[in-house]
Every structure is written in structure tokens, then in C-alpha cells.
């Protein structure tokens, strides 16, 4: 696992880099202003998709717990394809009903369909744990989609036109990915049911894309575009945590002595605090650097990027205990936790941005992934706490001390929808 851990990262970070790399210069040559409405564009887009994926990303990280997956994973393929068209055209007729550039939404609208069916696709990989094939995928599509928007600086055409043709390549790699199950679909329902807990928490974690948007009414479009720049540039930041994400859940899934999986768990938490650590002592170095590359119209956002560093930071330490709680079957205890602190963070930019402007905007990052770890600290203190007084109420009643009998109920109720769909699929 740790060979497999450390490949994904490696990989995923260099993904991560060339896709930074795509929107830097997307940035640099859009400019703050119509840059910043790709940015709400795209965040809508990841809202919208968040709830119409019904939790499928999420869902196919335990596929090594269904026995018939082929059908299971051809279903959630034709389920996200259907819902990322439609996605696409919610964001179009978004743009022009805004007023924004009609390439600039095309360009915006074929990105977003990457990024959700590879998303998935992603997740079926991992949840097979195929993760080196999962890695190289991801590597070919991010090319893909880099080469054209790069060659902007041979050829000085429009940019949104360059990455309408880079995200269009990295669709015909995808969508052949898609084609290749060739599996009889199973019971949509059956799946839908099973994935109740997965959809909750996708959709919560995907409203945190909606700061963009909220930025853009507190303070105005140019913030936003700093803001943007910010906040869609980081994501190598994220590198670690998203792929201890894909690498942990399917392992700590597949253990089902609760003892062996705490302590692959703790190794996980200590690896996503010592990488936390870096990335503050790290994040005024790594404002600079954005700063030097996006180009002085982007200098004001120095501070901006330091915070987003910094809450990069903190997410990776609550993204240990959402594993923790997709690997036990409780993504609704996940779900709660990232609603909380997205609502808080999101009632600070509107409420803060309008009464003291961009410095409040600046500590929203801290706000919001300091709200989202703190919940998890607290569901995790309150799930010990009812899983100790089970097991002596277990005792008391000289039971044979079941580890199961001190399963939240919650878990008991996916164990019973996996065994469903498992044989709707045979």
C-alpha cells in the first residue's frame, strides 16, 4: 500500500501540476476579470455535478466490497456521462443568461464534463485498486488538455478557444475509457439506494465550489478573479490528501478487523499532519510564487494565497477522517461535518466580504477548513463515545462482544443496501 500510496501521489501531483499549468496561463492571458467568471462557471458546474453525480465518485471507492462490480461501475459510467451533459448545458445557458462571452462558456462547459467523468472514472480504478493504470490516465488526460492551451504561446489566438480543443482531446480519451465495460448495467435504483449516504456527502463537499460565487456578490469580479486564481490554482496542493483518499479508502475497506483499520488510519493521520506542516511553513513561498507567475495585475491577492496554502493545510487533515468514515461506511457522518463548516465559511463571505470587503475574503479559506476539521474532530469524539457505551451495554446483557454489535446504525443500513445491489447485479 505504501508503494502504491507513493506512486499515486507522484503521479498525481505531476496531473496536478500540468493542470495548475493549464490555468495559469488560462489566467495570465484571460486577465483577473473574465477569468473570475470561468472560475463561478466551473464552480457551478462542480455544484451541479456534486448533485446530479449522486455520489457515485465517491460510491465506486468501494467497489472491492461488491462482489458482481462490472455492472455496478457501467451503470454509475452511464449515470455520470448522462448527468455531465446536462451539466454542461446548465452552465451554457448560465453564461448567457449572465451576459458572459460565449466561447468562455463553451470552454468552461467541456472542462467541467472532463473533470466529472474522469472524476469517476478515477474512483472505479481506485476502487479496484488499479491504481497504476488509474495514474496513467490521469497523466495522458491532463496532456491532453495542457498541449493546446500551451501552444497559445506560439500561436496568439483567443485562449478560450485554445482550451475548448485541449478539453475536447481529453473527452475522446475519456469517453473511449467509458465505452470499454462493454458490462450489462445493473439496477439503477438498487445503486441509487446504496449510494444514499455517498450522494449527501459529495453534494456537501461539492457546495463548497459555490465561494466563487459568493465572492463575486460580496466584492465584485476582480476579487473574484484573484480569488479564483487562488483557489483553482492550489489544487497541487491537494495533491497528498486526494490521493491518500484514493489509495486508503479502498485498503481501509477491504479490512474488516476494526483494530487493524484504527491503526492504518492513525498512520494516515500522522502522514496528513506532517504534510500539513509543510504546506504552512511553506505558504508564504508559495504566494510569492503565484504572484511572480500570474503577473502583477494579480499581486494584490498575495495574502489571499497564503490562507488558501494554509486551508489546503487543514483539509488534508480532515480528508483522513472523511476516509476514515467512507472506509466504515458513514458518509453521512462525513457529509454532516463538511455541511457544517461549508455554511459557516460560506456565511462569512457574504456576511464578512460585505462589511469589512477583501480582508474578510482573505481569511475565508482558514474559516471554512477550520469549521469542516473541527466537525470531524467532534463526530469522531462523539462516535467513540457511542461506540464504548455499546459495547458494555453489549456486556451487561453477557453478549458474545460482536464488534458488529457496535456498528452505528447508519453502517448496519449500507452493509444491508451493498448486499442489495450485489444481487441485483448477479
Not at 455544484?47 to 472491492?64: N, P, T
Request: proline share 3%; hydrophobic share 50%.
Amino acid at each position: 500500500m505504501k508503494l502504491k500510496l507513493l506512486f499515486r501521489i507522484g503521479s498525481a501531483g505531476f496531473a496536478s501540476l500540468m493542470q495548475a499549468a493549464t490555468l495559469l496561463l488560462v489566467a495570465r492571458f484571460a486577465g483577473p476579470e473574465d477569468f473570475g467568471a470561468f472560475g463561478q462557471l466551473i464552480s457551478i458546474g462542480y455544484v451541479a455535478g456534486g448533485i446530479l453525480g449522486m455520489g457515485m465518485s465517491a460510491r465506486a471507492l468501494r467497489l472491492a466490497s461488491v462482489d458482481a462490480w462490472r455492472p455496478v461501475a457501467t451503470t454509475m459510467m452511464l449515470l455520470r456521462v448522462m448527468t455531465s451533459l446536462g451539466v454542461s448545458g446548465l452552465l451554457i445557458a448560465f453564461a448567457l443568461l449572465v451576459g458572459d462571452d460565449v466561447a468562455l462558456a463553451t470552454a468552461a462547459s467541456l472542462f467541467i464534463i472532463g473533470e466529472l467523468v474522469g472524476e469517476l472514472i478515477q474512483g472505479i480504478l481506485a476502487g479496484r485498486n488499479r491504481q497504476y493504470f488509474a495514474s496513467f490516465i490521469l497523466l495522458l488526460h491532463r496532456i491532453l488538455v495542457l498541449t493546446p492551451v500551451a501552444l497559445h504561446l506560439v500561436w496568439q489566438t483567443e485562449i478560450w478557444l485554445h482550451l475548448m480543443v485541449g478539453a475536447a482531446l481529453g473527452l475522446v480519451l475519456l469517453f473511449s475509457i467509458a465505452a470499454a465495460s462493454g458490462a450489462r448495467p445493473s439496477s439503477p435504483l438498487e445503486l441509487l439506494r446504496s449510494s444514499l449516504g455517498f450522494w449527501f456527502a459529495s453534494t456537501v463537499t461539492s457546495a463548497g465550489q459555490l465561494d466563487i460565487s459568493f465572492v463575486r456578490l460580496a466584492v465584485g469580479d476582480v476579487a473574484t478573479g484573484l480569488y479564483s486564481a487562488g483557489s483553482r490554482i492550489g489544487t497541487p496542493l491537494n495533491v497528498v490528501t486526494n490521493a491518500v483518499l484514493n489509495v486508503y479508502v479502498p485498503a481501509m475497506s477491504a479490512q474488516r478487523d476494526e483494530g487493524e483499520r484504527l491503526r492504518t488510519f492513525r498512520r494516515l493521520r500522522t502522514l496528513s499532519l506532517a504534510y500539513s506542516t509543510l504546506l504552512v511553513i511553506a505558504s508564504p513561498g508559495v504566494g510569492f510564487a503565484l504572484v511572480a507567475i500570474l503577473g502583477e495585475d494579480y499581486s494584490s491577492g498575495w495574502p489571499l494565497y497564503v490562507t488558501v496554502t494554509c486551508g489546503a493545510a487543514l483539509s488534508g487533515v480532515s480528508q483522513s477522517y472523511k476516509s476514515l468514515c467512507y472506509a466504515e461506511d458513514r458518509p453521512f457522518a462525513a457529509g454532516r461535518s463538511i455541511l457544517l463548516g461549508t455554511l459557516i465559511g460560506l456565511v462569512w463571505i457574504l456576511v464578512g466580504g460585505a462589511v469589512f470587503g477583501f480582508p474578510a475574503i482573505v481569511l475565508a479559506p482558514l474559516v471554512m477548513q477550520g469549521a469542516i476539521l473541527l466537525a470531524f474532530l467532534v463526530d469522531r469524539a462523539r462516535n467513540r463515545a457511542w461506540a464504548g457505551r455499546q459495547y458494555f451495554v453489549d456486556a451487561d446483557s453477557d453478549s458474545d462482544h460482536d464488534l458488529t454489535a457496535a456498528e452505528p446504525p447508519e453502517r448496519q443500513a449500507q452493509e444491508r443496501a451493498d448486499k442489495a445491489v450485489n444481487s441485483s447485479a448477479d
